[in-house]
């Protein structure tokens, strides 16, 4: 999964001297933006010498500050990619020449692209979160609301379907605004809200991790490796990653993490899973929907 500048500098927290972790908590507070300050003020704000400043930037691997911000931008250009963006400025190898009877190359192309993003994925996913994860979904005393976005809105649907099959109390967020103000409205301390967002961002997911951690209520973000802005009030963040074959990003890999957060709440469920699905399949046969 690709790291971000954020992610780095906390990896090498440990590794750093007081005054370099000095500087390193002055540009986590304030990241994105206090990267692109001066030398200077970066030292006075930390109050640590300017060759301070300068050594850091050689901890992280980088040859100066101006390197360092240089990878910031192209962190940020990426973070903010459209699908359009990505079109005109990569190439996807969209030809498929391959001969008759042979396996097409976008196949080729996806057998070698998808396995490892979805390896990488789950050997990524910070267990600590999944486990909250699936402690926070699994818990019968908490109501659970789930909302997605331009196209994650069916993963949002796909992971509410299968937790409705297995527990009370699950919906997902209504999109007509008078009925989407009153759930956000409802919503208290016992409530667990899963939001669905990936680059470019939506702003109202923002708003709804910021208006749940207000009434004490618990936010699950699943986002893409530079981090959705919702994932600044979230309790548990469950990132993945999104290269693919074409413009679009690829699902696959929070795909497979949905299907093993649904997995770990079988578990954790236990017999009560099991009689949930027995009596939402009885419903279901003598309704004639099944």
Request: hydrophobic share 45%; proline share 6%.
């Amino acid at each position: 999964m690709s790291s971000t500048l954020a992610d780095d500098i906390r990896n090498k927290l440990g590794a750093l001297s007081p005054a370099e972790r000095k500087v390193a908590r002055v540009l986590l507070a304030g990241y994105p933006s206090a990267v692109f300050e001066t030398v200077a003020t970066i030292a006075e704000r930390a109050a640590v010498s300017a060759p301070t400043v300068l050594r850091f930037a050689a901890r992280l691997g980088y040859r100066g500050f101006p390197e360092l911000q240089a990878a910031l931008r192209t962190e940020l250009d990426a973070r903010n990619a459209s699908p359009l963006t990505l079109y005109e400025t990569t190439d996807f190898a969209r030809d498929d020449d391959s001969p008759s009877g042979t396996q097409p190359k976008v196949l080729a192309r996806a057998s070698a692209v998808l396995p490892p993003a979805l390896v990488q994925t789950c050997a990524e996913i910070p267990p600590h979160d999944f486990e909250r994860a699936v402690t926070l979904l699994s818990d019968r005393k908490r109501h659970i609301t789930l909302a997605g976005g331009r196209f994650t809105h069916l993963l949002a649907q796909y992971l509410g379907l299968h937790l409705m099959q297995l527990r009370q109390d699950v919906r997902l967020l209504p999109d007509r605004p008078v009925e989407r103000t009153a759930a956000l409205a409802q919503l208290t301390k016992r409530d667990v809200v899963v939001l669905f967002d990936y680059r470019r961002y939506e702003d109202d997911k923002t708003a709804i991790a910021q208006l749940v951690r207000e009434t004490a209520g618990k936010v699950i973000v699943f986002t893409d490796p530079w981090l959705s802005p919702a994932a600044t009030h979230a309790d548990v963040v469950l990132p993945s990653q999104v290269g693919t074959l074409s413009p679009y990003d690829s699902l696959v890999p929070t795909l497979a993490v949905v299907e093993a957060l649904v997995a770990g709440v079988i578990n954790a469920l236990g017999s009560g899973a099991h009689q949930r699905m027995k009596s939402y399949e009885e419903v279901a046969r003598r309704s004639g929907l099944v």
